[in-house]
């Protein structure tokens, strides 16, 4: 069975230090892989969304960046925090048609 | 651009039966999902329609109307545990794309 991966579970970090999320999914191949991030009490948001090693796409511009070094990992990156940058951020997968998508369990960032 | 609307909180009593609607844009549109999610949680997938129709799962179904751009999910026997936002997504190529939730409110 396959299962995903992310962490850390809880983050707390100053504004404008740098941010490593990592995300990786067991028991399958070449999954499409996606970043996300939820503010409180509000819907998910698409970062990023990755297709293969080192495809990546960017879909809200901001100071995040996302890489794809290996087929079952997807890691989210900022080389500095703002306040507006805390939130839920959610790492999925699916297998090529996006209507069944698996969720990890989430990193809840907080940058004071 | 690719939105969906859906109800921002629907309140219901144990045992009974509520319809949590969703309209979304038909641009690159080819199929309408549900998702639950519990408070701290993260999101479960529910169900999924590509055609016009109910699909139906235990006490949850799920519709869909193209032509009217719309859909629906359907829980039937309320139980407090079902207490929980409910989003609906749309699957626009590569990507889905979530609407607001709707915090749903299972009273005993």
């Known amino acids: 069975s396959q299962t995903i991966h992310q962490w850390p579970a809880t983050l707390v970090q100053p504004v404008g230090s740098p941010l490593s999320l990592e995300c990786t999914v067991e028991g399958t191949s070449n999954p499409n892989l996606y970043w996300y991030r939820q503010a409180a009490g509000r819907g998910l948001q698409l970062l990023f969304y990755s297709v293969g090693i080192g495809q990546i796409s960017s879909e809200v511009p901001q100071n995040l960046s996302a890489s794809r070094p290996q087929d079952r990992q997807f890691i989210l990156s900022s080389k500095k925090l703002l306040l507006s940058d805390s939130g839920f951020y959610l790492c999925a997968w699916d297998k090529g048609v996006p209507d069944t998508q698996y969720f990890g369990p989430g990193t809840r960032l907080t940058v004071l | 651009g690719q939105s969906l609307e859906q109800p921002s909180e629907v309140t219901a009593v144990e045992g009974a039966i509520v319809q949590i609607n969703c309209t979304y844009q038909t641009s690159g549109f080819y199929g309408l999902s549900w998702y639950q999610q519990h408070d701290g949680g993260a999101p479960t997938f529910l169900s999924y329609?590509?055609?016009?129709g109910l699909e139906e799962t235990g006490r949850f179904s799920s519709f869909l109307s193209r032509s009217d751009s719309y859909g629906y999910l359907l829980l039937q026997e309320l139980q407090m545990k079902d207490s929980a936002s409910y989003f609906c997504?749309?699957?626009?190529?590569?990507?889905?794309?979530f609407g607001a939730g709707t915090i749903l409110r299972v009273k005993s």
């Open positions: 329609n590509a055609l016009d």
């Open positions: 997504a749309g699957s626009y190529g590569n990507k889905l794309v």
